[in-house]
């Protein structure tokens, strides 16, 4: 009784709860010396993020097989995995180990298939190989970690990272609308983004959040892909829409109403395309050889040739340059 009457007391001792006066001029905020400055990274000409606020829709699949087109196409492509928590990208390219540092203490990034990447992931402590399997087991260590140094990982991973000159910089966002997306809009241009959603209205409603976000943040969006957008037979290449919800292709009229293309026409967002469920596309992704490069000498794959399709608007939609 006593320590809530003196809290009361101390509360009333000012104008209101936070302490700022009544009258006169406000308080002006001291300059912050630490606050990021927004700025381009170093060498780096375009920068795109892949996200969704929903998590699991295969952001890094589609940033990965992005990437990838681009870098086959000879366009100078970076890949900087921005899930401080969750790192895909060195399972994704078969990547590990500690990247080197240059002689101005920058990161060199490591390079597969002609796709130079970063991630958190490179920089955990490596798991030892079993003697008895010679197998590499899966790492339990969780990172744990909280408010600053989440944000200075992430400046790191965004400032000190030597890319040498890139065409286009691909950023595969977590989960999410919060601190980590916020931060990296804080502290870096982006030139455009690309929602990766799958058809269930519970994905689309997380996607279309992420595109308010966008928005808000002075983002281009540089518009949506459904993934997972349906099953198409092995056998008899019958496609089934697993997870369709009332989702039309755009040509049926009947469909328009609900759906990943009816909502790219509301908020007047460009669709960028389909890519199917398929489980090749999942196989290729744990092995360490996305769907582009795994199947370039296919003579023809619908999964690879959606991915392509996505990428090439992309790349007219930011002047890159598709040959
Ligand atoms: N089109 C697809 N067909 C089959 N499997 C897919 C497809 N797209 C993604 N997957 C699989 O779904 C799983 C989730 O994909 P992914 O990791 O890319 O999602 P994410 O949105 O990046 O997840 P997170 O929110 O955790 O970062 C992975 O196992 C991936 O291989
Ligand atoms: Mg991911």
């Known amino acids: 009784m006593r320590s809530r009457m003196f809290s009361t007391f101390r509360v009333l001792q000012h104008d209101n709860p936070l302490g700022l006066p009544r009258s006169g001029t406000p308080p002006s905020l001291k300059s912050r010396r630490g606050l990021p400055q927004k700025r381009k990274i170093r060498d780096v000409e375009k920068v795109i993020a892949v996200s969704s606020a929903k998590g699991g829709v295969g952001k890094s699949t589609v940033a990965v097989n992005l990437a990838l087109s681009f870098a086959r196409r000879g366009i100078r492509t970076g890949l ?3 899930d401080i928590f969750g790192p895909s990208v060195p399972t994704l390219l078969n990547l590990s180990g500690e990247p080197r540092l240059d ?25 030892q190989t079993d003697t008895q ?3 590499v087991p899966m790492d339990t260590t969780p990172i744990s970690w909280r408010g600053l ?4 990982a992430m400046h790191q991973l965004l400032h000190s990272v030597s890319w040498g000159p890139l065409d286009v910089l691909v950023l595969d966002l977590p989960p999410g609308t919060g601190d980590v997306q916020l931060t990296i809009n804080q502290e870096v241009i982006i030139d455009g983004s690309v929602i990766v959603t799958t058809p269930q209205d519970i994905a689309l409603r997380d996607a279309v959040r992420g595109f308010g976000m966008f928005q808000r943040m002075d983002v281009p969006v540089l518009g949506m892909v459904r993934n997972m957008a349906y099953f198409a037979c092995p056998n ?9 919800h009332g989702d039309g292709d755009g040509s049926n009229h009947s469909c328009e109403d609900r759906g990943v293309v009816a909502e790219c026409k509301r908020l007047g967002v460009d669709f960028l395309g389909d890519i199917p469920l398929d489980a090749r596309v999942c196989e290729d992704a744990d092995r360490g050889m996305p769907t582009v490069v795994a199947e370039e000498s296919a003579e023809r794959s619908a999964r690879r040739e959606a991915f ?3 990428a090439e608007q992309v790349a007219r939609k930011i002047g890159l340059e598709w040959r």
């Open 80 to 82: 900087l995995d921005t």
């Open 103 to 127: 002689e101005n203490n920058c990161l060199i990034p490591l390079t597969n298939y002609g796709l130079k990447s970063m991630s958190m992931g490179y920089l955990l402590p490596q798991t």
């Open 133 to 135: 399997t010679g197998e």
């Open 149 to 152: 140094m989440v944000t200075k």
């Open 236 to 244: 008899c290449g019958h496609q089934t829409k697993i997870f369709s």
């Open 308 to 310: 392509l399709g996505v």
